[in-house]
């Protein structure tokens, strides 16, 4: 959080635990529409931030201004029985759930609703706070949808590829949270950014849309 002022600071821990719970919640939710009860039974059927925050992806939140929460656990094979598609569905519903909540931020900013006026010092305007929700949804959204594991497009990937794609997923799952932390922080060092350079662009892009700028 090096460098970003107290209202920035603010905004994004709002944001992150709404975001993060949120996205947890679609996830529980949508497993349970498809008669899975492990999240009911793990108690991640709420909206409670404190059934879904991970301690140190928490922390993250603070000195990073990025984390994690903890992964809501699922029955594949009851998924499975009820529909092929399932264990997909679980999955795409949380990055969903981001891109929704940016749409929603973006529609006041977009009808010029949002006021650019701080109602203190230390807290950020409505317009600020709203367009960095939309864009921290946005992040979320195509973050996670990335094919490698633990993150949701691991399994979303799976389900779409050919099976000779398949076996390379499956091959590399192993290592997924390794080479995420290579990407995000071993190659940018180097001048390296890959994932900057293949998410940011779509991010913005997206962003500037919805808001019609």
Do not use: C
Not at 124 to 138: A, D, G, R, T
Not at 141 to 148: A, E, G, M, Q, R
Not at 203 to 211: A, E, Q, V
Request: no cysteine; charged share 10%.
């Amino acid at each position: 959080m090096l460098g970003l002022s107290l209202e920035t600071l603010i905004s994004r821990i709002f944001i992150l635990i709404i975001a993060l719970t949120v996205h947890e919640f679609a996830h529980a939710k949508s497993a349970d529409m498809f008669g899975d009860n492990t999240p009911r039974a793990n108690g991640r059927l709420t909206l409670n931030p404190l059934r879904h925050l991970d301690p140190i992806g928490s922390l993250m939140i603070l000195v990073a201004g990025f984390g994690w929460a903890r992964p809501v656990p699922v029955n594949p094979y009851v998924l499975g029985q009820a529909s092929s598609a399932a264990l997909m569905l679980v999955s795409l519903a949380g990055p969903l759930s981001n891109f929704i909540m940016a749409l929603f931020a973006a529609v006041p900013l977009r009808l010029g609703l949002a006021s650019q006026i701080a109602p203190a010092s230390f807290l950020p305007s409505s317009y600020e706070f709203l367009l960095e929700f939309m864009f921290v949804n946005l992040l979320l959204t195509f973050f996670n949808l990335i094919p490698l594991a633990p993150l949701d497009g691991d399994k979303i990937a799976d389900y779409f590829f050919p099976p000779s794609w398949q076996r390379v997923l499956q091959t590399i799952r192993p290592y997924g949270s390794l080479i995420l932390l290579l990407l995000l922080f071993v190659l940018p060092r180097i001048g390296f950014d890959v994932l900057g350079t293949l998410i940011y662009p779509p991010i913005f892009t997206i962003g500037r849309m919805l808001i019609g700028y």
